[in-house]
């Protein structure tokens, strides 16, 4: 290698993920992802504001500090509001209203300086991964969320941005390892979206700098891991805290709660002023008061997003077992419970669905038959599910299964992007 090309890239490219982010720097003869923390390659996207100071943690710490009983406010799946109405709104944190604009702005800068410290240089240029669609079915709002990300990475210090599909940049992580021209179905199932691209890629095909012409089709639809969450709470841990269950005048109780309960980034809605009384007023008009108890128990003691996360480790753990225990003694002396993977396909298959119906969408739009794939490459860390694996492979019975770098593989296509345009 010589030349420019061997020399480490000027820019870096930022996976800014829903659940998960990664930054990698494009060095020869070096992994591309950067340590962020801990000497971890991922960086979870979560941020802890804690009361008693100003101290602000971030990622695996942030959730230690949470579960270790800190007092202060979670804030997990931030992603998921870009292309909301969210968006321009205030929180509420240590007391005061913050913009969720600056709270993003906020962890990508973190993102950003960790990047930094890892490479030992700055960057002030990057390629940015975004979904194929931050919104289903509205161009104008799918552009005004990439507008609105472009403003904040801006505002957190990066001068020169450039952005890619991150199952695009996933393909040309596969490309760097293989020895052959191949037409691949990349499967990009992250924390809020599912993504999909159908792209020529090969060892010639490396040295382009424009690959438009390589990408068949791309597609995606507003369905991530953080949605199967939500579904198998809604379906498997709610009916424990009143969901479907009846109040004295014989209808069932709001869903309201149980619906921001479930999803990571409207948990904390579940703890206002008006939320508790609400569910005081829910309390005495209920006919299973034992159920509603343990729901304001969750909400007293502010543990939503440890029930979220111990949703989210039971999928996961579904992933690979026909059964996961639920130890939920935080909410009442002796509860638990035991959920099974055939519990999480009845949950999920109506998602599922939608999943397999945009990949023979992209099918159809690329005209290419299934027998013409030659590969399947999986990443994401929700690609794992069984159910949605099942479903995608056996739409191309013939192609290649290959499993990618799960929670890496789109932050270092990213870095080989930012090569090509910055260089």
């Not at 930022?14 to 591309?32: E, H, L, V």
């Not at 005209?367 to 056996?394: E, H, K, N």
Request: with cysteine; net charge negative; proline share 4%.
């Amino acid at each position: 290698m010589t030349g420019a090309s061997a020399k480490p890239a000027s820019a870096c490219g930022i996976d800014f993920g829903t659940s998960n982010s990664t930054a990698g720097w494009s060095r020869p003869g070096q992994g591309s992802l950067l340590p962020l923390e801990d000497g971890k390659l991922t960086l979870p996207s979560v941020i802890f504001f804690h009361a008693e100071d100003a101290h602000v943690s971030y990622g695996r710490a942030a959730l230690a500090d949470y579960l270790d009983g800190h007092e202060g406010r979670l804030m997990r799946s931030l992603k998921s509001l870009l292309g909301t109405s969210m968006m321009d709104e205030h929180t509420e944190v240590a007391g005061r209203a913050v913009p969720f604009r600056l709270l993003l702005a906020q962890f990508i800068g973190e993102l950003k300086r960790r990047a930094e410290v890892a490479a030992g240089q700055p960057f002030t240029r990057a390629v940015l991964g975004r979904p194929v669609f931050f919104v289903d079915d509205d161009p104008v709002a799918d552009r005004r969320a990439q507008d609105t990300l472009e403003d904040i990475a801006r505002h957190a210090g990066l001068r020169e941005i450039a952005f890619q599909y991150e199952p695009i940049a996933a393909a040309f992580d596969y490309e760097s390892q293989i020895t052959r021209e191949e037409l691949v179905l990349v499967v990009d199932i992250g924390g809020g979206t599912s993504d999909f691209t159908l792209i020529r890629v090969g060892p010639e095909r490396t040295r382009r700098t424009e690959r438009h012409g390589d990408i068949l089709a791309s597609g995606g639809v507003h369905i991530g891991g953080t949605d199967f969450d939500r579904a198998l709470s809604l379906a498997s841990m709610m009916p424990m805290l009143g969901l479907g269950s009846l109040m004295k005048n014989g209808r069932e109780m709001p869903s309201s709660p149980y619906f921001n309960l479930a999803t990571w980034h409207t948990i904390n809605q579940a703890y206002t002023k008006k939320a508790w009384a609400q569910l005081a007023e829910l309390h005495r008009d209920a006919a299973d008061r034992p159920r509603i108890e343990r729901l304001q128990s969750v909400v007293r003691e502010r543990a939503g997003h440890w029930l979220a996360l111990q949703v989210e480790a039971a999928k996961i753990a579904l992933s690979d077992a026909d059964a996961a225990q639920i130890d939920l003694d935080r909410i009442a002396a002796g509860l638990s419970m035991t959920l099974h993977r055939a519990e999480l396909d009845r949950a999920i298959d109506g998602l599922v669905v939608s999943v397999e119906q945009s990949v023979s969408r992209l099918l159809l739009d690329a005209g290419v038959t299934a027998s013409g794939i030659d590969t399947v490459f999986f990443t994401g860390g929700s690609s794992g599910v069984p159910l949605l694996r099942q479903r995608v492979l056996a739409l191309t019975p013939q192609a290649r299964c290959v499993e990618g770098d799960l929670f890496g593989s789109i932050g270092a296509g990213l870095a080989l992007d930012a090569r090509r345009k910055f260089s």
